[in-house]
């Protein structure tokens, strides 16, 4: 492994963005989502899955904000919080404000709302999205699917990039309420 200077991993647009978010007191995202509005924008990207031998999978990457606080850790990393998976329930990727989701355990709630409240996967989801996040501040989506293959995609807010597809069929994308 050769060690390279640190400059390497900055862009001089980055540094700009950096620069600006300080002067101003600011915790932005990382990117540009336009046309929502800068509270709605969330960067995470996800994925589920559930294979022909009824394995469920989930995977989730945080979009970043610059000029976080130092030692600011998201919902993306932790289990349970922005991301879980169970084969025998459910598998869930989530995006939104970070804090409430880490508060409640998101994912990890859907799972045991499908386990122990005998809920369907719409129901538990549509609970923990439009019930117990914005009890508590939060907004955001999640995409799930379950052993069963059904897929469920809520969010609260404006807009949450999605796509879905099963095999062999046409893929589905959706950003705001259709």
């Known amino acids: 492994m050769a060690r390279v200077d640190n400059d ?8 700009l963005q950096l620069q600006e978010a300080k002067a101003g007191g ?5 990117h ?23 394995n469920l ?6 979009g970043g904000m610059t000029n976080k606080l130092p030692g600011r850790v998201g919902d993306s990393p932790l289990p349970g919080a922005g991301c879980y998976a169970n084969n ?11 804090e409430v989701f880490m508060r409640t355990l998101a994912a990890y709630d ?3 709302l499908m386990e122990y409240g005998q809920l369907s996967l719409y ?3 549509e609970r923990v999205v439009m019930e117990k996040l914005p009890a508590l501040g939060g907004s ?3 995409i799930a699917v379950d052993r069963e293959g059904n897929v469920v995609l809520p969010f609260n807010s404006e807009g949450m990039y999605r796509a879905w597809c099963y095999a062999g069929d046409t893929p589905t994308i959706g950003i705001y309420r259709e």
């Open 140 to 142: 955001g989506g999640l």
């Open 57 to 62: 999978a989930a995977a989730t990457s945080t």
């Open 88 to 98: 025998a329930s459910v598998a869930v990727s989530c995006t939104g404000t970070g």
């Open 26 to 30: 600011e915790i932005i995202l990382d």
């Open 32 to 54: 540009h989502a336009a046309p929502l509005d800068e509270r709605q924008k969330m960067g995470t990207v996800g994925a589920v899955a559930l294979d022909l031998a009824g």
């Open 123 to 125: 129901s538990a989801c």
């Open 8 to 15: 390497l991993f900055s862009t001089p647009e980055r540094l």
């Open 110 to 112: 859907i799972a045991a």
